[in-house]
């Protein structure tokens, strides 16, 4: 199953530079809503299953337009909220730099926990359980490899790509997650692929060929698949010495 990270729109509070967290009635601004709009064409022609998004309403605001185009109800999932950000929440980010915490959530991001609120571990954990349940669910319903969408927060996509790279929490300040950007993660049976980080271009479609699914190996079987090269590897394998394409 292939999952697309999205993250949402441009909102009043990111160009105000506060720290909005789950602060209630956070909205796109109109350049949000203008990206939200924009989804249509990046990402609606690729043959989207689902769409999972964060109860808060700027990532709600940011699938509604593609949702609609595709038929889809979004289904809200509280774990991928914003981070929880306590007494944080609303405070203006040149203020906050100036805390000891900054430097910890910085250096040290796994031993973090916001003052009356969450730890980034916690972040991580509730997020990649949310994303990984919703991958089985829909491999099973489908029968294979099927891409979705997961609208989410910015901190909360660094903390799942760290886990799909298998590096430590304490490196996911080096993973980048703009306003309306998608990261693309593959999951197979042995492990992650990363096809894409921070993606805010015109299309994804060209990267995101599906695996090898259940069905097709059937039709292999029975002599009604195209043809497979000779160095053709189990989807769940890595190509050594590089993709062959």
Known sequence: MTVMLLRHGRSAANTAGVLAGRSEGVDLDDKGREQAAGLIDRIGDLPIRAVVCSPLLRCRRTVEPLAESLCLEPLVDERLAEV??????????????????????????????????????????????????????????????????????????????????????????????DPISVSVIRYTELRPFVLHVNHTGARLSAALRAAPTPRDDAREESGQAQEQPATAVPASDAVVGGSTD
């Open 84 to 177: 929880d950000y306590g007494e944080w929440t609303g405070r203006k980010l040149g203020d906050l730099a100036g805390e000891a915490l900054w430097k910890v959530v910085q250096a040290h991001p796994s031993a973090a926990v916001f003052p009356g609120g969450e730890g980034l571990a916690q972040v991580q954990a509730r997020a990649v359980a949310a994303v990984r349940e919703h991958d089985r669910r829909l491999a099973e319903q489908h029968g294979g490899d099927a891409l979705w969408v997961a609208c989410t927060h910015g901190d909360v996509i660094k903390s799942v790509i760290a886990d799909a790279y298998g590096i430590h929490l304490d490196g996911f300040q080096r993973v980048t997650a």
